[in-house]
C-alpha cells in the first residue's frame, strides 16, 4: 500500500491546507485513517490489494462503487473524493460510537440495527456484483489447499453437510438485496439519528436473510436474539422459515469466516501483528460445529426446504 503521506497529499481539496492524520485501529486488512483538515474530520480509506488478492475482500473497484452506492441508502458513510489510482476513499467522519458486542445484544438496538438493514437494502441501488458464502467457501479452501495453509481438524468432513445446507437455502430463494455481508459489532456506528454502517469490503447482492444470520454470528447471538433480529427485520409474525433460513445462514457465516480467518493468518498476518487470526478461525469453527451438532439442526434444514 502507498504511504498515508503519498494519498494526503493527492486529495485536491486539501491542497493548502493544515492536515494531520492518525491511524484508526480496528481495521483487520486495509489501512483505515482520521484525516483533520483545518479541523474538520474525514476517513481516509486506503485499500489493500492484497486483499483482493488472498479473497479477503472484493476488488477494489468494486468496493469503491458499492460504497458510493450505499451512501445514497442514508446508512453508508457519504463519499468526499475517490482516488482510484491508489485506490482510496474520502469519507465523511460519521460523529458517533462504534457499537460493541454487547450493544448489539441489546433489544433495542437490535431493533435499531434491523431498521439500518432495511434501509439499506431497500434505498439502496444493486450493488455492482453478487456474493455468495458457499463459493466464498469453495475459494477460501482452494487457497488454502494452494498454499497449504492450516484449517481446523475435521473441517472437510463436514463438507456434505453443507451442500445439504445449499440446497435447503436453494429450495425456497428470496430476492437479492445490497447486502453488507460483514456487520460485526464494529461495523455498526451508533448516532443520534439511527444506526450507521461502514467498511464494504465484502458486499454484493445476496439473500438478505444472510445479513441477519452473520450478524447473530458475529455477536455469538443464541437463537432467542437470533429470532428477536429476524422478526424485527421481517415483522413479527414472520413464517417459521424465514427463522430457520437466518439460522442456517448463522452456522455458515461462522462455518466460511473461519476460512477468512485461516486464509489471512497463513498469507496476511503482518498486516495486523496485533491481532491472533487463528486463534478467531478457532473460535468460529467451535461455533460452526456447536450448532451442526444441535439436534434440531435436521429439523432447521426440513423447515427451510419445505417452508414449513
Given at each position: 500500500m502507498?504511504?498515508?503521506?503519498?494519498?494526503?497529499?493527492?486529495?485536491?481539496?486539501?491542497?493548502?491546507?493544515?492536515?494531520?492524520?492518525?491511524?484508526?485501529?480496528?481495521?483487520?486488512?486495509?489501512?483505515?485513517?482520521?484525516?483533520?483538515?483545518?479541523?474538520?474530520?474525514?476517513?481516509l480509506r486506503i485499500l489493500n490489494r492484497a486483499v483482493e488478492?488472498?479473497?479477503?475482500?472484493?476488488?477494489?473497484?468494486?468496493?469503491?462503487?458499492?460504497?458510493?452506492?450505499?451512501?445514497?441508502?442514508?446508512?453508508?458513510a457519504q463519499v468526499h473524493e475517490v482516488l482510484p489510482e491508489y485506490p482510496a476513499l474520502v469519507l465523511e467522519f460519521i460523529d458517533g460510537e462504534t457499537m460493541s458486542l454487547d450493544a448489539v445484544r441489546e433489544q433495542a438496538n437490535i431493533e435499531r440495527i434491523a431498521a439500518a438493514c432495511r434501509a439499506l437494502h431497500e434505498r439502496t441501488p444493486p450493488f455492482v456484483n453478487r456474493f455468495d458464502i458457499f463459493r466464498q467457501l469453495e475459494g477460501f479452501l482452494e487457497l488454502c489447499h494452494r498454499h497449504e495453509l492450516r484449517i481446523p481438524d475435521g473441517y472437510e468432513e463436514r463438507l456434505p453437510t453443507v451442500r445439504r445446507i445449499e440446497a435447503a437455502l436453494a429450495a425456497r430463494p428470496l430476492p437479492q438485496a445490497p447486502c453488507h455481508n460483514d456487520l460485526l459489532a464494529e461495523n455498526f456506528i451508533d448516532t443520534a439519528v439511527g444506526v450507521r454502517i461502514v467498511d464494504w469490503q465484502l458486499s454484493g447482492m445476496n439473500d438478505a436473510a444472510f445479513e441477519l444470520g452473520d450478524i447473530a454470528a458475529e455477536s455469538d447471538f443464541e437463537p432467542e436474539r437470533a429470532e428477536a433480529l429476524a422478526a424485527a427485520y421481517f415483522g413479527a409474525a414472520a413464517e417459521p422459515a424465514l427463522l430457520a433460513r437466518v439460522r442456517l445462514y448463522l452456522l455458515m457465516s461462522n462455518f466460511t469466516w473461519t476460512l477468512w480467518f485461516s486464509v489471512h493468518h497463513g498469507l496476511l498476518e503482518g498486516s495486523q501483528a496485533d491481532f491472533d487470526y487463528w486463534a478467531e478461525a478457532a473460535d468460529k469453527w467451535a461455533q460452526a460445529v456447536r450448532d451442526l451438532d444441535d439436534p434440531g439442526f435436521g429439523r432447521t434444514l426440513d423447515v427451510v426446504a419445505g417452508g414449513r
Amino acid at each position: 500500500m502507498p504511504p498515508v503521506e503519498e494519498v494526503v497529499a493527492a486529495v485536491p481539496a486539501w491542497a493548502g491546507r493544515h492536515v494531520e492524520h492518525e491511524l484508526l485501529k480496528g481495521g483487520l486488512s486495509h489501512s483505515i485513517h482520521v484525516v483533520r483538515v483545518d479541523g474538520e474530520r474525514f476517513v481516509l480509506r486506503i485499500l489493500n490489494r492484497a486483499v483482493e488478492q488472498a479473497l479477503l475482500g472484493i476488488p477494489a473497484e468494486q468496493e469503491i462503487e458499492n460504497t458510493v452506492r450505499a451512501a445514497r441508502s442514508g446508512v453508508g458513510a457519504q463519499v468526499h473524493e475517490v482516488l482510484p489510482e491508489y485506490p482510496a476513499l474520502v469519507l465523511e467522519f460519521i460523529d458517533g460510537e462504534t457499537m460493541s458486542l454487547d450493544a448489539v445484544r441489546e433489544q433495542a438496538n437490535i431493533e435499531r440495527i434491523a431498521a439500518a438493514c432495511r434501509a439499506l437494502h431497500e434505498r439502496t441501488p444493486p450493488f455492482v456484483n453478487r456474493f455468495d458464502i458457499f463459493r466464498q467457501l469453495e475459494g477460501f479452501l482452494e487457497l488454502c489447499h494452494r498454499h497449504e495453509l492450516r484449517i481446523p481438524d475435521g473441517y472437510e468432513e463436514r463438507l456434505p453437510t453443507v451442500r445439504r445446507i445449499e440446497a435447503a437455502l436453494a429450495a425456497r430463494p428470496l430476492p437479492q438485496a445490497p447486502c453488507h455481508n460483514d456487520l460485526l459489532a464494529e461495523n455498526f456506528i451508533d448516532t443520534a439519528v439511527g444506526v450507521r454502517i461502514v467498511d464494504w469490503q465484502l458486499s454484493g447482492m445476496n439473500d438478505a436473510a444472510f445479513e441477519l444470520g452473520d450478524i447473530a454470528a458475529e455477536s455469538d447471538f443464541e437463537p432467542e436474539r437470533a429470532e428477536a433480529l429476524a422478526a424485527a427485520y421481517f415483522g413479527a409474525a414472520a413464517e417459521p422459515a424465514l427463522l430457520a433460513r437466518v439460522r442456517l445462514y448463522l452456522l455458515m457465516s461462522n462455518f466460511t469466516w473461519t476460512l477468512w480467518f485461516s486464509v489471512h493468518h497463513g498469507l496476511l498476518e503482518g498486516s495486523q501483528a496485533d491481532f491472533d487470526y487463528w486463534a478467531e478461525a478457532a473460535d468460529k469453527w467451535a461455533q460452526a460445529v456447536r450448532d451442526l451438532d444441535d439436534p434440531g439442526f435436521g429439523r432447521t434444514l426440513d423447515v427451510v426446504a419445505g417452508g414449513r
